[in-house]
């Protein structure tokens, strides 16, 4: 049986792994990005000088024919469903590994995969799995043609960063958000000045309750960001590249870069006007199974039909990919499973400030659920549990500065724990390392 799976991220390398864990199936990865997986939250630290690319790929060139999985540098621009054909672009090529002089020299090259040396243009399936990821969001005010304003998601969009970049003094990022604030700290560690513009109020404020969107908001003009809000963007001027922007406000910013950070989405447009079914994604059951036969979907670019309680149709999380590409894997190998991501969860970094969430922790409580909020007087340093207020059962934590230990928060949550078992219990959540400074006993004195 023959196995292709379009994309290269952690979702179809995830199921590509586990399958051959589980199969001796033909695998075959298709990826216009790049040769080689890569850590895609690793690529600030390749712009800011801290990693080089090679740095992150988490498994070694060599890997891939010693696993036997065989790997296609090429563009999918049409899949015959009926026929089970992929059609790839005339540029396609299979990746082939260059063994390097320790290689050689210990003997421990792999053999290469028996694959043409001329792609054709076709490629037969027999199951085919979806992982193309997602891609930034654009809007009619951001001009494509002009050169100086661009996203940032792909490989290419950091390639194009770092030409971009070159003698700028002044840069706008639009939109708030993660890839926004990393955006921020990249471009701020080269020395140039940034200025954010937030439509929102407060920073990330449709995601993070009030007072977090505060602290973040104050972390991010300590570093020197022009953190604007309550300001949208009207229009961006300049001839060949950009040299300014206009608010809808008034006001006019010069800059030689714009930075267009208002989210992603799915990637799927060129799966339009095709049998699948596609809505904001690809729609999938809770097996990863679209409405086609043998055809399945992970990561980024699903829709779920029906989303597990507490979680939403799309979620764009490193981890949730990651579980969708073993989910997969075993269905495809016999063992039909269905996709449980449990308990929600998700971390990221501003700037200095390590973030975790769990649960459900909404910008807004519901009317049924109760909040307790503890921030540090003097340090970025905040907890936040919320909890329900007829059985007092905790149901989302937020850390920020701290690191929560995600064995016990997911255990209290699906425990149902009380808020008062919490504030007895809170050591036992503690993960920073030793020497560190604890907290809880001033976080307890406020629950």
Not at 9 to 31: E, N, P, Q, W
Not at 90 to 99: G, I
Request: hydrophobic share 35%; net charge neutral.
């Amino acid at each position: 049986m023959h196995i292709v799976i379009i994309g290269n991220g952690i979702a179809g390398i995830t199921a590509a792994r586990h399958i051959r864990k589980l199969s001796d199936h033909r695998i075959t990865v298709i990826s216009k990005e790049t040769d080689h997986f890569f850590s895609r939250t690793a690529l600030m630290y390749v712009y800011m000088g801290h990693l080089r690319y090679e740095h992150t790929k988490p498994y070694e060139d060599w890997f891939w024919d010693k696993n036997r999985i065989e790997l296609i540098r090429g563009t999918v621009e049409k899949i015959d469903f009926d026929q089970k054909t992929l059609h790839l672009s005339a540029d396609s090529r299979v990746v082939k590994h260059q063994p390097t002089l320790l290689e050689k020299l210990t003997k421990t090259v792999f053999p290469t995969i028996q694959t043409p040396q001329t792609l054709p243009t076709e490629l037969k399936y027999d199951k085919l799995i979806i992982a193309t990821g997602s891609v930034p969001r654009w809007a009619d005010e951001y001009p494509r043609e002009l050169a100086g304003v661009q996203g940032l998601y792909s490989f290419q969009d950091l390639e194009l960063l770092e030409k971009n970049t070159q003698n700028v003094q002044k840069a706008v990022i639009v939109g708030g958000g993660l890839i926004g604030v990393e955006m921020a700290e990249m471009l701020h560690s080269r020395g140039i000045h940034v200025t954010m513009l937030v439509r929102e109020a407060s920073y990330w404020n449709n995601v993070l309750p009030h007072e977090e969107s505060a602290l973040i908001g104050q972390h991010i003009r300590r570093h020197g960001i022009d953190l604007r809000l309550s300001t949208e963007l009207r229009t961006v001027k300049g001839r060949a590249r950009v040299e300014a922007i206009q608010t809808k406000e008034g006001e006019e910013i010069a800059c030689q870069l714009v930075g267009v950070t208002i989210g992603v989405m799915p990637n799927v447009q060129f799966l339009q006007n095709s049998p699948l079914r596609i809505n904001r994604g690809v729609v999938v059951n809770e097996y990863l199974e679209t409405n086609l036969p043998d055809v399945y979907a992970v990561g980024d670019c699903v829709e779920h039909q029906q989303p597990r309680e507490g979680r939403k149709a799309i979620e764009q999380i490193w981890y949730t990919g990651r579980m969708m590409g073993e989910t997969v894997a075993r269905t495809i190998c016999d063992t039909r499973t269905a996709y449980q991501p449990g308990v929600f969860f998700n971390s990221a970094k501003f700037f200095d400030i390590e973030y975790q969430t769990y649960g459900d922790v909404p910008a807004q409580c519901p009317p049924d659920v109760a909040s307790v909020y503890w921030q540090h007087p003097t340090k970025e340093v905040a907890l936040r549990i919320n909890y329900q207020k007829e059985n007092q059962a905790v149901t989302g934590f937020n850390a920020f500065g701290l690191r929560l230990r995600h064995e016990v928060c997911e255990r209290w949550l699906k425990q149902h724990q009380t808020i008062e078992y919490v504030r007895q219990h809170l050591p036992e959540a503690n993960f920073d390392p030793e020497f560190f400074e604890r907290y809880e006993a001033q976080i307890t004195a406020t629950l």
